[in-house]
């Protein structure tokens, strides 16, 4: 890789980086070190090489994990690695995908909240969500 002629040294991580806050963890192939940069770099196993929703988000999910764990570390992009050929692709972590990363954090940790203090029940057998939501008979007849 040029990047490792540049100065930039690969090391893998033993431990999943953790954001207790969050209930997020993850864990990077690889992380390119330089000074303060720390690049995360993760292999997409199967399919073509374009890049799905998932995959942008991943890479904004490790450069949280990487600036908040580790002390003074910049993530300004994560590395794509293409695992049938030795193709690469770099996907930045910009402020929009910081933002965007926030707000999906922020729907389901609020989502997380509001099923902890969701009751459950027992009915026939099978377990039912009970805070505002109707008997299964009102709501087949509720038309």
Avoid at 104 to 125: D, E, H
């Amino acid at each position: 890789m040029e990047s490792l002629k540049a100065g930039f040294r690969l090391c893998k991580p033993k431990d999943a980086y953790k954001d207790k806050d969050l209930m997020l963890a993850g864990l990077p192939w690889g992380i390119l070190q330089y000074q303060s940069l720390r690049i995360p770099v993760f292999f997409k196993r199967e399919g073509k090489e374009e890049l799905q929703p998932q995959h942008f988000v991943r890479v904004s999910a490790y450069c949280h994990l990487i600036e908040t764990q580790e002390n003074g570390a910049q993530a300004p992009y994560g590395v794509v690695l293409f695992a049938d050929n030795y193709n690469v692709q770099i996907v930045p972590n910009h402020e929009y995908a910081k933002d965007t990363f926030r707000q999906g954090c922020a729907c389901v940790t609020n989502w997380r909240r509001r099923l902890s203090k969701t009751q459950m029940t027992s009915q026939n057998g099978r377990r039912r969500a009970v805070q505002g939501m109707p008997p299964r008979r009102a709501r087949n007849h509720a038309h």
